[in-house]
């Protein structure tokens, strides 16, 4: 490594030997203990460095500046951008876990609705007990009737 | 509960708003003083702060972990600044007040504002990739690789951007550093 290569070197990794490649660091290392110039280099290196540290530091009335963009981010949020292929999982997303005494109910008045229909139960006495006798009229004809084509009794 | 980065933006990802505000009170001091840095300007720097965590918000379903968040955001950050300075002319000076003073010695104080002065319009002066480059570097701690990501380049490219910006920085400076400290 001569000179130039240094002041590169120093330039592209700074003069924290912390910061340099390992492979390169040795050869660094020994060029500045031997040289006054590359010495020199790697001091004013380190001096460019300090300033840009310091320069670099977050400016005290920054905190002013969150707070304003705080404020401003306090509005009604934009609609957010769902790519298409997560539209079905979208779509799809119940949060079943928070509702699901409200499903269960939903399920258990389903199933109330399903076996008073078929029992019917829904609908009056009178005509029940007209449809019950119907029915075992029509039961006992088709039982005890004499068939449609022969006449036949039993 | 999970309080990481990642585990707010996939709670973000479902709408969840006091998750973006968890998350944007965590990121947003380092958000507008990286942007502050970047344009040498407040007003343009809160812009684009803001428009950096609506972006959080509204690309979070989009959002894959495939690196840490605060690469992400800063990424976002650099790319709106760069897309401003590319739009928009470079003119301010104005950085030049905003500059933290380590208040030595009163005597030395107008010696140091006017290296820091020079320091601010030399770094001003710098094309903004240069001027990136350095301010991740020293500002951030990034390291080369870092920037790299943050810049979408090559490490090469992001040691040329340094090596150049400096030698730019110690032409516009003079004997400037030398006298520092």
């Known amino acids: 490594m001569n000179r130039e290569q240094l002041q590169t070197f120093l330039d592209s990794h700074g003069a924290d030997p912390a910061r340099w490649p390992e492979s390169e660091r040795a050869k660094a290392e020994r060029l500045i203990a031997s040289e006054a110039d590359a ?12 300033m840009l540290a310091r320069h670099t530091q977050i400016t005290q009335d920054n905190d002013d500046a969150v707070a304003r963009v705080t404020r401003r981010l306090a509005s009604p949020l934009p609609r957010q951008k769902v790519p298409f292929w997560r539209w079905p999982t979208v779509l799809l997303d119940w949060e079943f876990s928070p509702a699901w005494p409200r499903v269960a109910a939903l399920a258990c008045c389903a199933a109330l609705g399903f076996f008073i229909g078929i029992a019917g139960l829904d609908r009056p006495f009178d005509r029940l007990d007209q449809s019950a006798t119907l029915m075992s009229r029509d039961l006992g004809s088709v039982v005890f009737g004499p068939q449609a084509l022969t006449g036949a009794g039993p | 509960m999970d309080d990481s980065d990642e585990a707010l933006m996939a709670r973000i990802a479902r ?17 507008v003083g990286l942007a502050r840095r970047i344009l040498g300007n407040a007003a343009d720097a809160e812009d684009v702060a803001q428009e950096a965590m609506l972006r959080v918000w509204t690309h979070a379903p989009r959002w894959q972990p495939l690196a840490a968040f605060k690469t992400w955001l800063t ?15 470079w003119v301010d000076l104005e950085a030049a007040g905003e500059i933290v003073d380590p208040t030595p010695g009163a005597g030395e104080k107008a010696e140091s504002d006017e290296r820091e002065r020079l320091l601010a319009a030399a770094i001003a002066d710098l094309p903004a990739r240069q001027r990136t480059a350095i301010i991740l570097t020293y500002s951030e701690g990034m390291s080369n690789a870092q920037v790299a990501d943050v810049l979408d380049t090559s490490v090469s490219a992001v040691e040329t951007l340094l090596v150049r910006g400096k030698q730019n920085l110690r032409r516009a400076l003079g004997g400037v550093i030398g006298k520092d400290e």
């Open chain 2, 75 to 89: 990424r976002v950050v650099v790319n709106l600044c760069l897309d401003r300075k590319r739009k928009a002319a």
């Open chain 2, 15 to 31: 709408g969840d708003e006091p998750a973006f505000r968890v998350l944007s009170r965590r990121h947003l001091p380092a958000a």
């Open chain 1, 39 to 50: 010495r020199a280099m790697f001091e004013e290196t380190k001096l460019l460095d300090a």
